[in-house]
């Protein structure tokens, strides 16, 4: 369902979402939870299976999600489509692209899981990320006792936890295969690449194939997803070349100068490694212990080098 089609021939008419009070942003802070993540020491992942379709629509609401339903698909002139083959149907679930179902889908969970005075329930809601399941299971605590609590958590609300994951796969030995992610030895937390075997959290530099232009050479930067900036030394190059490039003022799509385009091809190239994209590996986990840290700065034309 595409919430923010506005019809052909009124570009300019309101669409859906348009109409939809999106609700206040009740959403973790990514880079809170990702850090809390590298401080747990042994971690559980899990998904709610299709959980926007666990939330009914208000029937009073309905109306509002009708849709037309084209009975003569292989129908393709749209001129011979009478109203006989049109069925029109509403949404009776809470539909994933309206705006306002994450606000409802987390203002959800979190009433239900204020329900329970249980500290399986609040590490659940201390990093629950739309329906994205992330808690720590600490040392000496039974761990399948921890991962049935949790299950029974939410199919107390008619929900089911499915793809767990962890970086032992022995702590999910009291699970069904069904409940299991089906890569056990890689997976993405909220984006981030995780390989539990050697407990690294991994970025990699992308292949550059596109033309190099202002465009291209922006699109490229921000190909590389680190909400936690761990990449940002390796990125000030490229930034570096940006900012030379917006000096120039081009046109987006203008190929730059020859001297401009060698520079670039040159940098691509320490972006790989043998024809492989280099990859950036860091330790998940950071031991939970007091430091202390001396910060200097100084006026530097570049940031982002420690």
């Known amino acids: 369902m595409d919430a923010s ?35 747990m020491e042994a971690v559980i992942l899990a998904d709610i299976e299709k959980a926007f379709l666990q939330l009914g629509v208000r029937e009073q609401d309905r109306d509002a999600t009708r849709f037309l339903w084209l009975t003569a698909p292989t129908e393709t002139n749209l001129d011979a489509v009478s109203r006989e083959h049109i069925i029109i149907y509403r949404f009776c679930r809470v ?22 005075d249980s500290e399986v329930a609040r590490r659940i809601e201390e990093n629950l990320y739309v329906d994205h399941i992330l808690f720590e299971a600490k040392p000496g605590e039974d761990i399948g006792q921890l991962l049935q609590e949790a299950k029974s958590i939410f199919q107390n609300a008619s929900m089911r936890l499915r793809e767990f994951f962890s970086g032992n796969p022995k702590d999910l030995e009291t699970l069904p295969e069904d409940d299991l992610a089906k890569h056990q030895d890689h997976t993405k937390v909220l984006g981030i690449s995780w390989k539990p075997k050697h407990n690294h959290i991994v970025f990699k530099l992308p292949f550059f194939d596109g033309p190099i232009t202002k465009r291209g050479v922006l699109s490229q930067i921000a190909k590389v997803y680190d909400p936690l900036g761990l990449t940002s030394p390796a990125l000030l190059p490229a930034k570096e070349f940006l900012q030379s490039v917006q000096n120039l003022n081009p046109k987006w799509d203008d190929p730059l100068p020859n001297d401009f385009q060698e520079r670039w091809v040159k940098l691509m190239r320490t972006w790989q490694c043998d024809g492989e994209p280099v990859e950036i590996v860091f330790p998940r986990h950071i031991p939970t212990k007091d430091d202390e840290f001396h910060c200097f700065c100084d006026a530097s034309m570049s940031y982002n080098f420690v």
């Open 5 to 39: 089609a506005r019809p052909r021939t009124h570009p300019t008419a309101p669409s859906l979402n348009d109409c939809l009070h999106t609700g206040p942003l009740l959403l973790k802070d990514l880079t809170g939870v990702l850090l809390r993540f590298r401080r």
């Open 95 to 116: 539909s994933f692209g309206l705006t306002v179902s994450p606000f409802l889908l987390n203002a959800t969970l979190r009433e239900h899981l204020a329900l329970f």
